[in-house]
């Protein structure tokens, strides 16, 4: 009774989020240019997912910060010293290996704002989540299918699940997906989506998931990746966020046979370190720094 209750408050909250929404992408518009180039950096950050996004108008995105504080230090990597802000975080579902370096990246930068899912999990990170969410940022915002940010010079970040509806078992069942788009290139974000959430994504946007790179769904678990979502994405780029030797097996084989029935590079956080894309809208090149790159 008390979760239900929760949620109706979220919904009426959520009204109010798309309304500030809409505030944060004034405020994200035109911030400082970037020659047109859009950065997309996967952070090797073990076993978790951490994304650094930077839009070609500077704008900055963080999708999850991994389980500690690796995420800080790959930012610094990433972001010049004296800049202190980041314009929005978000968190793709309640999951240690998401969430527990956020906390951190809160602490030492100025937060624009953060999105988080509508579920909720009695951890301690959890909660410490929520009140950073609700205290620390700018602005709170719920995740819901629709909502979409204009980060500047054109390129944008959709969210396409989850829905009104909450799994109060799996909390990976309400997984924050989104597609981020510049130009003529997507990259497709899924946290740990189940194939649950990819079929009903197939079904509600079958063609539009066409995505450049895909973000492979819980590490390269098997309870992600379903042959025909990789079908309908076509993805050119996989990438599997993943600790090297980690106690899941991380990533399944059943899930590289998955992405091989499409004709693409497959990359590991594991084996590449950090993995970063750059693009202007038309050309798209790959970076990573276990080849002598400086990432
Ligand atoms: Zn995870």
Redesign the pocket.
Known sequence: MQKLSRVNYLKAVLLLAVVVGNIFVWYAVGRENRDGYMTVAFLDVGQ??AIFIESPTGNQVIIDGGKDGAVLRRLGKMMPFYDRTIDLIMGTHH?L??IGGLPLVVERYRVGAVMRPLSIKDTAISKRFEEDADTRAGMSLFAMRGQGFDLGGGASLLVLYPGETLDEKDDNENSIVAMLSYGEHKFLFTG?ASQNIERKLMHMDGELLRADVLKVG??GSKTSTDPQFVASVRPSYSVISSGCKNKFGHPHKEVIEALETVKQNILGTCESGNIVFRTNGTDLTLLTNKKGNSL
């Open positions: 978790g997912d999951d290996d998401h740990d819980h590490h």
